[in-house]
């Protein structure tokens, strides 16, 4: 069985009394480790919200990174720099990034590569646009962008791989993907997984969907076959909201 993973993606929202408040906020409602909660706040609050969490079952992440070691790369961040300040996990290939900041699935696979390398556990992205969903070129797209991102992926490290499958017509639009339409796509995805690596793996393989999550969608959205939690943007930001999500993956 695969444990249920319940993520939230902070994006560029908050500042530190906020932050602290929020993770401080849901470390006093995460109480049973059934289910897997991450908290991913923007790169100056990690510190601190990891101090909230020290001693809670919640999970910290980053929402990018760099995939060099080091270096003269300004404004940047490394993954030693998140593993350093306490984060397990990484967002790499956000539709965000990809669009706005125009990431390349073959830079993400870069970031892939040297998240690994440091110990990272990972959380690949991928989703189509609206326009491309009505061409009928979701599969495809999805494919293509996953295909790019994991290519040569170190079989050694896939148990640091989580999947997300994240519409970007359903991110921040208040328009999720149905929970059929979900399911198609995971399932696709789980059969990809299948043929790539091989069934075992892709038994275990967490794929989670993002995109207008809520309290009140979340649990017909977990109950799907394949869907085996959720990136949360927009609802992460509120404590009972985000602990509404984690009741309905119990
Ligand atoms: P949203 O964002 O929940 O605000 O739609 C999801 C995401 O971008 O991960």
């Avoid at 990174?65 to 996990?89: H, I, K, N, R």
């Avoid at 830079?107 to 959380?123: D, H, M, Y």
């Avoid at 070129?137 to 992926?153: D, H, N, P």
Wanted: hydrophobic share 45%; with cysteine; charged share 20%.
């Amino acid at each position: 069985m695969r444990q249920k993973f319940v993520a939230g993606n902070w994006k560029m929202f908050t500042n530190a009394a906020s932050a602290r408040q929020l993770a401080a906020g849901v470390v006093a409602g995460v109480t049973d480790d059934r289910v897997q909660v991450l908290v991913c706040p923007p790169y100056p609050y990690l510190g601190l919200v990891a101090e909230t969490l020290k001693g809670s079952k919640v999970l910290l992440g980053g929402q990018n990174c760099w995939y060099a070691a080091e270096g003269a790369f300004t404004g940047e961040t490394s993954p030693a720099m998140l593993v350093d300040v306490g984060c397990q996990y990484v967002i790499l290939g956000h539709s965000e990034r990809r669009r706005i900041m125009g990431e390349p699935s073959e830079l993400i696979n870069k970031k892939l590569r040297a998240a690994l390398a440091q110990g990272l556990k990972t959380i690949v992205c991928a989703g189509e646009t609206l326009p491309e969903r009505e061409a009928n070129q979701a599969f495809a797209v999805v494919e293509q962008q996953l295909t790019v991102s994991l290519a040569g992926f170190p079989r050694e490290h896939l148990d640091k791989l989580v999947l997300a499958y994240e519409p970007v017509w359903a991110i921040g639009t208040g328009r999720n993907a149905s929970p059929a339409q979900a399911q198609e796509m995971h399932a696709f995805l789980r059969g990809k997984v299948t043929a790539t690596v091989g069934a075992a793996y892709a038994e275990s393989c967490q794929i989670l969907y993002g995109g207008s999550v809520k309290p009140e969608n979340a649990k017909e959205l977990m109950s799907q076959d394949d869907v085996d939690g959720v990136l949360v943007g927009g609802a992460s930001l509120k404590a009972d909201q985000f602990l509404a999500i984690y009741q309905a993956a119990l």
